[in-house]
């Protein structure tokens, strides 16, 4: 069990299979908490567990084009939820179980495993428009509330504590134990209800987006004959969440008062799908799975099919035949920015330098919105030590960005190549900054200032960076104490 799926536990997180009773009769339960645990606070929460996870979780999965895909969706959905501009995040995680959750301040993980077992974008949609539910409804909030045991720091410290313990679940138990016992029981007590206005209100975000509603239940659906198929084989999460008929009836029954609609999959879902298949097993199965398939002609799409089998060429390294493989997919309509971007990669692959730098610089006038183009550009230029260019690039998209951390990065990178030492010890300090990692960023800024070659103005950036640094240091150690 990874730390993702304790600390869901541990942090009070809403997942989608708890056991909900009929929606019929639900009430509106309101904002109970909104004066008990602000918005604010709520966010910084989320931030600063978010920063955990990208920093120690080996599980994260840093793949922009998965990440661009989940918040396009994920965007779309949250448009037509109730709180559009609360400001959502949706992120990945590599592991084969079929879960999603969301955290404080609308975070919200979607397993790797989730993607795949979707027979329908629309079945994934219905999953994620239950998670943007949770979290417009403050879920969490409530559920603090009724504790009323629960501050920040003791939950930031639960999930550290849960963190270290990720290999050994009797540790983990004992946290949960230890820290809060009466919320979990709390919680069990009001879940129910939680996950009734989820279904209820996630059903109406799907619809107002212009999804099937049939897919919610649908995946649902299945996954209750996966139960009963392979009872005594399930997964543990299943096993210890059981999916009821209720809960399927209820769904069913919302379906029957719309028109039904048919709504196509779009073209990245189905590069993503493959792209994720592309990424299980060793590089051989791969390849060996997307052969059988175009083979058998079992797909949904023949070009999709022929992208994946192209991602698990380049596993294996054999970068002409994926070339082939993606000129084969051309063939159909892959009007897409995913698709575009792995082709310039395997341009590079093949230092066909000049054919990756166009496809890219087209790309991005295609898709100008689509933040893996700019990193997959930005990544090139890098490759080609070109450095003053890659500089240049990074900071115009900060502009934008000032909080994205994969360009931070790539700005350090950009300074180091130049032989700017105190610059990029000032970039990698904000690495650190957006990481949580406020003591590693007042390192960096100590590195900056004995580089020995940064300016009169660069050295006040420094001592002003420095100073911020200290005195969120002083309040993180303040919220510790209290």
Do not use: C
């Not at 955290?103 to 629309?122: C, D, F, K, N, R």
């Not at 820290?179 to 206005?197: I, T």
């Not at 005195?471 to 993180?476: A, C, D, P, V």
């Amino acid at each position: 069990m990874t730390f993702v799926h304790r600390f869901v536990v541990g942090f009070l997180v809403v997942t989608l299979t708890l056991v909900p009773l009929r929606a019929d009769d639900l009430p509106e339960l309101g904002d109970v908490a909104s004066n008990e645990l602000s918005l604010a606070t709520e966010k910084k929460i989320g931030q600063q567990i978010m920063n955990e996870i990208r920093w120690r979780e080996p599980a994260y999965l840093d793949d922009p084009d998965v990440e661009a895909y989940l918040n396009q969706l994920g965007g779309r959905l949250a448009a037509v939820s109730n709180d559009p501009g609360l400001g959502y995040y949706f992120f990945p995680i590599n592991d084969p179980s079929i879960n999603a959750f969301a955290m404080p301040g609308g975070y919200i993980g979607v397993h790797t495993g989730l993607i795949l077992s979707a027979q329908s974008e629309s079945e994934l949609a219905g999953v994620l428009a239950h998670e943007i539910s949770h979290v417009t409804q403050r879920h969490i909030a409530r559920q603090i509330y009724q504790s009323k045991q629960i501050n920040m720091a003791s939950m930031l410290a639960m999930g550290l504590a849960l963190l270290a313990a990720r290999s050994n679940g009797q540790v983990a138990g004992a946290a949960i134990a230890g820290a809060q016992a009466g919320a979990m029981s709390s919680q069990l007590a009001f879940s129910r209800d939680f996950e009734r206005e989820s279904d209820r209100m996630g059903f109406d975000i799907l619809r107002k987006a212009g999804f099937d509603v049939s897919g919610m239940a649908a995946f649902f659906e299945r996954l209750q004959k996966l139960v009963r198929l392979y009872e005594n084989n399930a997964i543990a999460y299943l096993r210890t969440h059981p999916l009821t008929s209720e809960r399927l009836s209820d769904m069913q029954n919302r379906e029957q008062a719309v028109s039904y609609r048919q709504v196509a999959d779009s073209l990245d879902f189905l590069l993503i799908r493959a792209k994720l298949r592309a990424m299980q097993g060793t590089p051989l199965e791969a390849v060996q799975d997307f052969q059988g398939v175009l083979r058998d002609k079992k797909f949904a799409s023949e070009g999709a099919t022929h992208f994946g089998l192209a991602i698990a060429l380049g596993r294996m390294r054999q970068w002409a035949e994926a070339g082939t493989a993606l000129r084969r997919a051309q063939s159909f309509d892959m009007a897409s920015a995913i698709f575009e971007r792995q082709v310039a990669e395997v341009h590079l692959a093949q230092g066909e330098n000049a054919q990756a730098m166009v496809r890219y610089g087209e790309a991005m006038v295609r898709y100008p919105f689509n933040q893996a183009l700019l990193y997959g550009y930005a990544r090139a230029l890098l490759k080609q030590r070109r450095f003053d260019e890659a500089l240049r690039f990074v900071e115009l998209k900060l502009q934008n960005a000032p909080q994205d951390l994969r360009l931070h990065k790539m700005l350090a990178e950009s300074y180091a190549g130049l032989g700017r030492n105190a610059q990029q010890h000032l970039a990698l300090a904000e690495v650190f900054s957006l990481q949580g990692q406020t003591e590693g960023a007042i390192d960096q800024l100590q590195h900056a200032r004995n580089a020995g070659d940064a300016n009169f103005y660069e050295l006040s950036v420094i001592d002003a960076r420095m100073r911020e640094l200290r005195k969120r240091r002083l309040e993180e150690q303040k919220e510790k104490r209290n």
